[in-house]
């Protein structure tokens, strides 16, 4: 199997688990609806870890493009590959997404909000804020990506790694998915809306592009100054690009702080004047 094959079949797999326990949970008439969050966050957790099971030893199963930024960033993937990769992991993710569609077929119909629908495919923010989002995806794709170094600085009995991924990937959706779905991954994010746009889907709906960039984007930053960070930190090897980016992140985490209060101000504001 060549790496190309096998980063597109490891990310259609990690997202038919993915957005399958999502549509299961979410979509009418199904016998796990309402199951709630913590069925997500760990079947998205094992859906990765059988993804990494699955190809782990043909390409190092990134079966995300924020990975392999990271790695290719601390030097431990080639950039030559970087393209390839992504392009396997976007087809992956539109793939696993039909097929997640085709097994709940007659579940669209019986589903009539196209919010939800659009939820089974790619995430969305529980309160629209771009910065504030682009912020959380940032954190989320940063602690993986530190994550997964981290787990690649140990060693592990043979077959273990995979499934300790997986923990991680059910602890970051627990603690900091709540704000955005926690993407963390521009495949398993823009694939499913490609998807979703293209398929003949019931009262689907719109696919919310105005907020696509931000599950692509912010992963893109975390998995890139994760893996500055780790470099300079934990392998004592400063960049100039980690201080680029060190700066980046600071004056990003302060236009989202900045916004908020405005924000905070003028909904005081409201309040007092409904109040005289």
């Known amino acids: 199997m060549s790496e190309f094959v096998g980063e597109l079949i490891g990310t259609m797999i990690l997202v038919i688990f993915g957005t399958g326990v999502v549509a299961g949970v979410s979509l009418k008439n199904t016998l796990a609806e309402g199951a709630g969050w913590v069925l997500v966050t760990f079947a998205w957790g094992l859906g990765v870890a059988m993804g990494v099971y699955a190809v782990g030893n043909i390409t190092g199963a990134h079966i995300n493009p924020a990975v392999t930024l990271g790695l290719a960033t601390v030097g431990d993937f080639a950039w030559s590959k970087v393209p390839l990769y992504i392009t396997a992991q976007m087809l992956g993710g539109i793939i696993g997404a039909i097929i997640v569609f085709f097994h709940y077929l007659p579940h669209w119909r019986k589903t009539n909000n196209p919010s939800t629908k659009l939820g089974v495919f790619s995430t969305g923010p529980a309160i629209p804020s771009p910065i504030a989002n682009l912020i959380s995806e940032v954190i989320g794709t940063f602690v993986l990506v530190m994550g997964i170094l981290f787990l690649g600085a140990h060693q592990f009995t043979e077959g273990l790694n995979p499934l300790i991924v997986g923990l ?78 060190s700066i980046a992140i600071v004056l990003l985490f302060a236009v989202g702080l900045i916004q908020e209060l405005r924000k905070s101000e003028s909904t005081q504001d409201n309040y007092e004047e409904e109040r005289s």
């Not at 059910?170 to 694939?191: C, E």
């Not at 979703?196 to 019931?202: E, G, K, Q, R």
């Open 168 to 245: 991680l990937i059910v602890v970051i959706g627990m603690s900091l998915g709540g704000t955005t779905g926690y993407a963390i991954n521009p495949a398993r994010d823009l694939g499913p809306r490609i998807a979703h746009a293209l398929l003949p889907i019931p009262g689907k709906g719109a696919s919310n592009w105005s907020y696509s960039w931000v599950p692509v984007i912010g992963p893109a930053i975390g998995g890139i100054y994760g893996g500055l960070f780790y470099q300079a930190i934990f392998e004592t090897e400063p960049s100039v690009w980690f201080w680029i980016g």
